[in-house]
């Protein structure tokens, strides 16, 4: 095969806009990719008997709460698992009432109701000595929506206002 | 007639055709008009005959965006009821009012919230230009979304003009990303969550949401990067890109003549097409359409025309016919938008906050329809694959739809399923805006008002 000139520069300025193309998508990527890779980190959180049953305590350092359900303590983030938006614990019904899309779970963190694909996600809990440590670094996906290990019933009137 | 269509002159025959100076005694006016200053500036005679008017369009480079004449139903309202104009005028609106913005905000999480405070008590007619700012910017997606009814209803986006929809749909959705990135903008409880519920959506696509989540906030969270990310795209890249497609968008509306039924002419979307001629009932006169508005621009045309089939001239002068009309619609649509900022002042509640939700917190208004309907299905699809495809058949609607017909009563089919879509985006929207509440419950908005503009 004969390469002749204008066969070379009709690749050749192909090859150098692919080229061209292929170092703006590179340093695109750079320019976009995510930087603040949340470190997860130790919490301790104090002695586990002071979290009592059926109380969800929020830890604002971790953006999370711990809850005991029935004598379980989990460690649940605050961030819904439909759209983000952050779950308050409702005192009044003893469930997680997410104010946005209306999505329920109980003090487990296991659906209730709403649009969420899932319950609450949340975080490996462990005892070191006497005190409670949440590590947010290992999170731990929500339980299917078909997961029922504890009390779903309303303790109470729903704080979502309206109706 | 259309027979005053001269090529351009040059400039002795410009000269020549300068109407000779009044005699008697030249007022100052006209002693300015004629000397070499103004006339180096307006080249064109200044010549009130159709020969005149001509040339002034030919020389004037703003004037050229337009043709010189255009069909006299152009002129009227409903044709397109100005839509694509008024959006125009509501993005200029927006850049210079945008720009006056730029000079009091940091796009940073400690100080952006406090420039917005500051520009409400500390800057002369600042909470003014953030009114105007945020009302046209309402107002700019409401049009951009109405002009896309029209030109469907119109069926305007069949042969020759499939391209000219799809730049069309590109521009709308510039427009969304305009909107959504200046939500964010002002650091309060709104927009942080208002952007949080909206990125979150993305999650949802299928293998790559995660990914796609974390380029466009450049993490987890919304933080300093999300703010900064948006800001730039606010003020650099999103209105170079407009500014790119708009161009095109409207030098192709020109080129490929007005989407208008004109008398006798035919319709207007066999136009482009020789092999329409020989089968549609009105096929010379399609072509002669065609033949005059390539004289107007001054090119000889191919095909060869008799007296006989030319058809009615029914076009006017652009200047002042249409010219006129933009004009009054442009100062309307700053009066109207100047009103809205006198009268009610852009939101600004607390300033952001990741550790508590408002209830309720809702998405700004064109996507609370997706809202709406994500309380109702599953995320994968009323959040993705519902407005996804939507979206897409929307695009290449010129290209699906490949029925040439413009009168409604040959597309039973387009508008019964396009009537239908936008119905439920409608009620969606309507729902979503007022009847929920806290907690996404149903509540009157007569009783107690939840809307977020
Ligand atoms: C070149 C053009 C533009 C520039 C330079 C610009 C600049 C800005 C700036 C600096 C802000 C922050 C100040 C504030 O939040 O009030 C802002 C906010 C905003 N912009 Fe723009 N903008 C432009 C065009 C647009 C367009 C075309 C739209 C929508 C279609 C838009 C929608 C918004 C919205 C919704 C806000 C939030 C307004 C508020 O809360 O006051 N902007 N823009
Ligand atoms: S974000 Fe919680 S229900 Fe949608």
Known sequence: MVINRRYFLRRAWKA?????????????????????????????????????????????????????????????????????????????????????????FNIGGEYIQGPTPRGMDGYALSVEGDALVVDTGSVITGPENSVQNFDSTAKGPSCAAGG | MTELLPSEPDAEERDALQPAATPG???????????????????????????????QSFSNVFLHVYPVKVPARVLRMRYSFRLGFIATVLFSILVSTGVYLMFFYTPSVTSAYGDMQKL??????????????????????????????????????????QFNWVLGMGLFAITLGFSFTGYLLPWDQLSYWAVTVGTNLVNYVPFI?????????????????????????????????????????IWRVRKDGFAVHRGGVGAFAATDAPANATSSPEPVMA?????????????????????????????????????????????????????????????????????????????????????E?????????????????????LTF??????????????????????????????VATVVGLAFRGPGWKFITPWNHSYIEM
Request: a positive charge; one cysteine or more; aromatic letters at 8%.
């Open chain 1, 16 to 104: 150098c806009t692919a080229f061209l193309g292929g170092a703006a998508v590179w340093t695109s990527w750079e320019m976009l990719k995510a930087r603040d890779v949340a470190a997860g980190g130790k919490i301790t959180l104090g002695n586990p008997v002071d979290y009592k049953d059926g109380t969800a305590t929020y830890v604002r350092e971790g953006r999370l709460w711990v809850v005991n359900a029935g004598g379980h303590l989990r460690a649940l983030s605050q961030k819904c698992p439909h759209l983000g938006c952050r779950v308050p614990f409702c005192d009044s019904s003893g469930r997680f009432e997410c104010p946005c899309h209306g999505s329920v």
């Open chain 2, 25 to 55: 005694p030249r007022s100052r006016r006209d002693r300015i008009r004629q000397g070499e200053a103004w006339r180096s500036v307006f080249r064109h005679p200044n010549l009130d005959t159709p020969r005149g008017r001509a040339l």
């Open chain 2, 120 to 161: 409400r008590t500390g800057v002369g007619f600042g909470q003014l230009m953030r009114n105007v700012h945020r009302w046209s910017a309402h107002l700019m997606v409401l049009v951009v979304v109405l002009h896309l009814i029209r030109v469907f209803y119109a069926g305007a986006y069949k042969r020759p003009r």
């Open chain 2, 209 to 249: 949401g995660t990914l796609l989540r974390d380029l466009l906030i450049g993490g987890e969270q919304i933080g300093q990067i999300t703010l900064l990310r948006f800001y730039a795209l606010h003020v650099a890249v999103l209105p170079v890109a407009l500014c790119v497609l708009l161009m095109v968008h």
């Open chain 2, 287 to 371: 072509l002669t359409k065609d033949h005059t508005r390539s004289r107007l621009l001054g090119v000889v045309d191919r095909e060869v025309e008799t007296a006989e089939e030319r058809p009615v001239d029914d076009t006017v002068f652009t200047w002042p016919h249409m010219l006129v009309r933009h004009v009054v619609v442009a100062l309307g649509t700053a009066a109207v938008v100047i009103a809205l900022g006198v009268a009610f002042a852009a939101p600004l509640r607390g300033v952001a906050n990741p550790d508590s939700t408002p209830e309720p917190a809702k998405a700004p208004w064109y996507f609370v329809g997706l809202q």
């Open chain 2, 373 to 393: 309907m994500l309380s109702h299905f599953d995320p994968l699809v009323a959040g993705i694959l519902l407005p996804a495809g939507v979206l897409l058949v």
């Open chain 2, 397 to 426: 609607l010129p290209y699906i739809d490949r029925n040439p017909a413009t009168e409604a009563r040959n597309r039973k089919v387009a508008i019964v399923a396009f009537s239908i879509i936008l119905i439920i985006a409608v």
